[in-house]
């Protein structure tokens, strides 16, 4: 088994994976079982392209929200929160209390990037 070292550790959204992987399987011309399973997954679940979600991390990272980290910048690219509702769920995974106020203007920020037609759809389910 070859000696694997560790280089460095980041953050990535889906959409990066994605796209990270592509270069792999470009490059080794198939993926093992693992980066097969992920690829598949990754088609099924990433909603964004990775330009996309390179200008929506740029943008809430202009929003200047106190302590907020990459990861979950990213955990709010993979999963595009429609509502406050929705994005209160997701940063309750962390330790970190964000204002009414910032989670609007996180919100408004990511419905920029979603599709009118899912975007419109999901509000008026988020309503009932």
């Known amino acids: 088994m070859a000696n694997i070292e560790v280089v460095e550790k980041k953050s990535m959204s889906m959409a990066a994976l994605k796209e990270e992987l592509a270069e792999?399987?470009?490059?080794?011309?198939?993926?093992?079982?693992?980066?097969?399973k992920t690829e598949e997954y990754l088609n099924e679940?990433?909603?964004?392209?990775p330009k996309q979600a390179?200008?929506?991390?740029?943008?809430?990272?202009?929003?200047?929200?106190?302590r907020l980290k990459d990861s979950?910048?990213?955990k709010i690219i993979d999963?595009?929160?429609v509502s406050v509702?929705?994005?209160k769920v997701i940063m309750q995974g962390y330790a970190l209390p964000v204002t009414n106020e910032n989670l609007k203007k996180i919100v408004d920020t990511v419905a920029d990037f979603l599709p009118k037609k899912t975007a419109s759809a999901k509000l008026a389910?988020?309503?009932n």
């Not at 792999?24 to 097969?36: P, Q, Y």
């Not at 679940?45 to 392209?49: A, D, G, L, Q, Y």
């Not at 390179?54 to 106190?66: A, S, T, V």
């Open 24 to 36: 792999v399987k470009k490059r080794d011309g198939e993926l093992s079982f693992r980066g097969t």
């Open 45 to 49: 679940f990433s909603t964004i392209k």
């Open 54 to 66: 390179e200008e929506l991390y740029g943008k809430i990272e202009k929003l200047n929200i106190p």
């Open 72 to 74: 979950m910048i990213n």
């Open 79 to 81: 999963t595009m929160p």
């Open 85 to 87: 509702a929705e994005l």
């Open 125 to 127: 389910d988020s309503e």
